[in-house]
């Protein structure tokens, strides 16, 4: 890990040059301050943190004026809501901005009914401690991409509201490297791309589906790595958008359901008749979907350094594999 960096201070000072007038109040300060988001800026502007020579503006658009002195002063983060816990993470790189970690199968990522604690999130918050500098004025770490509960592999946290704000947007523009592996049903083409809108399946609200309309564009591209007696493929998936359960509800639409998905494979599989009976039983007993992200690349989002991660499915996922491929 790196050393520390000294925080921020909490108070910011700036005389308005005339270059700089008739900007935007808000849009001034986040770009002087640089470490802000226009956002946060301009809930702080409403909230009564920002003074013009003395007098508190709360006016995001009030125009800016030279000679005028300005004054932003951030409030001490809030105490984050979720409990901070003590729980182990499998941490493989972590700076003053980030964290990347191998998330486990069945682990929960955000605090939710029914899952209030054990949830990475309360990990987080036992691990970083007062390394965090507060996400939208609240000690939280920063979940910019989230992985289903029996999903395993990459993730990448933030820890700081500039790290928030541009992984968010890196997501959001797509200029992320992500690969997954998966065990599907059936025998895939080498190479193939599905793209289909994904929307909520209206007949049962926890599955999504693919929609003739209403829904996200949803891309997916996927290469087969190793057939496995005609009945499994061994799979990397590419994801060039990232709408939720994308990968399984792609597979599942072209008939290639995920191994073990609970949500989307409904029925005993035609292809499951070609392997032989032990591999057949390990096979439709797996208890999880056969999801993992293996890959995950990104420019750091304070020195823009190219950083990429990669991991190897966790034990049961392997262990299928091996009994698949004995036959």
């Not at 790196?2 to 909490?10: F, G, N, Q, S």
């Not at 920063?142 to 990448?156: A, F, Q």
């Not at 209206?202 to 829904?215: A, I, L």
Request: hydrophobic share 40%; with cysteine; proline share 8%.
């Amino acid at each position: 890990m790196t050393e520390a960096t000294p925080r921020l201070p909490d108070r910011f000072e700036y005389e308005i040059t005339p270059a700089q007038a008739g900007q935007r109040l808000d849009r001034f300060l986040a770009e002087s301050i640089g470490t802000l988001s226009r956002s946060r800026v301009k809930s702080l502007i409403e909230a009564g943190n920002v003074t013009c020579d003395g007098a508190i503006i709360r006016e995001p658009s009030e125009t800016t004026k030279a000679g005028r002195r300005v004054a932003l002063v951030v409030p001490p983060a809030a105490p984050a809501r979720p409990q901070a816990e003590d729980h182990p993470l499998p941490i493989l790189y972590e700076d003053r901005d980030l964290i990347v970690l191998d998330k486990p199968a069945g682990l929960v990522v955000h605090p939710a009914p029914g899952n209030e604690t054990g949830t990475l999130v309360n990990a987080l918050l036992g691990h970083c401690g007062d390394d965090l500098e507060g996400i939208g004025g609240e000690k939280r770490p920063g979940i910019v991409h989230r992985l289903d509960k029996d999903t395993s592999g990459l993730m990448v946290v933030a820890k700081t509201p500039l790290a928030h704000e541009t992984l968010s947007n890196a997501f959001a523009a797509r200029d992320i490297d992500r690969a997954y592996l998966a065990l599907a049903w059936g025998l895939l083409p080498a190479r193939v791309s599905y793209d289909g809108a994904i929307g909520r399946d209206k007949r049962d609200r926890k599955r999504m589906t693919v929609v003739p309309s209403g829904g996200k564009h949803a891309l997916t591209h996927v290469e087969t790595l190793e057939a496995l007696d005609a009945s499994v493929s061994l799979i990397r998936c590419k994801l060039a958008t990232g709408r939720t359960h994308q990968i399984r509800v792609h597979l599942s639409q072209a008939g290639h359901p995920l191994l073990g998905d609970p949500v989307y494979l409904r029925r005993v599989p035609a292809a499951a008749r070609g392997l032989p009976s032990d591999a057949r039983a390990a096979a439709l007993d797996f208890p999880r979907q056969a999801l993992h992200a293996a890959r995950l690349g990104f420019a750091h989002p304070r020195t823009g350094e190219t950083l990429s991660f990669t991991t190897e499915p966790p034990d049961d996922f392997r262990t299928l594999l091996e009994i698949l491929r004995r036959g």
